[in-house]
């Protein structure tokens, strides 16, 4: 890796800021699609567009929507992440348009986590 310049330095410092919006107060909640190979080629540029659309017109000032690469579970893409402030994160996975839809409304508007699209709720990491 070459050295790093002051460049370089804001890009990360931006990236690290906007990643701890949803800890420090100015977002609500977190949604990352994971856009790898496997993810876009099982569907997740359909996700995203979805949410795109779902969040116009809609409070969405304090939902961050992002992209990740691959999480792992390539048999189970496209995959989206769910994080709510204060709550644990919540893996969906076998994602169609109309599950994306029923997870935004459900559980990014209302709280309500969708069991049965869930894999996962929880973290391996501490915050």
């Known amino acids: 890796m070459g050295k790093l310049n002051i460049e ?3 890009k990360i410092s931006q990236k690290v800021k906007k990643a701890n919006l949803l800890r420090s107060g100015s977002a609500r909640a977190k949604i990352t699609v994971h856009m790898g190979t496997c993810g876009i080629s099982a569907g997740a540029r359909n996700i995203m567009n979805v949410l795109l659309k779902e969040m116009e017109g809609k ?14 579970f390539c048999s189970r893409e496209p ?15 076998d994602l169609t348009e109309e599950k ?13 986590i969708v069991t049965e699209y869930a894999l996962s709720i929880g973290s391996e990491r501490e915050p």
């Open 8 to 10: 370089d330095l804001e």
């Open 100 to 112: 994306i839809e029923k997870i935004f409304n459900k559980h990014v508007l209302n709280g309500e």
């Open 79 to 93: 995959m989206a992440t769910v994080e709510l402030k204060g709550k644990p994160p919540v893996k969906y996975v």
């Open 59 to 72: 409070e969405s000032k304090e939902i961050i929507l992002t992209t990740s690469g691959c999480a792992g």
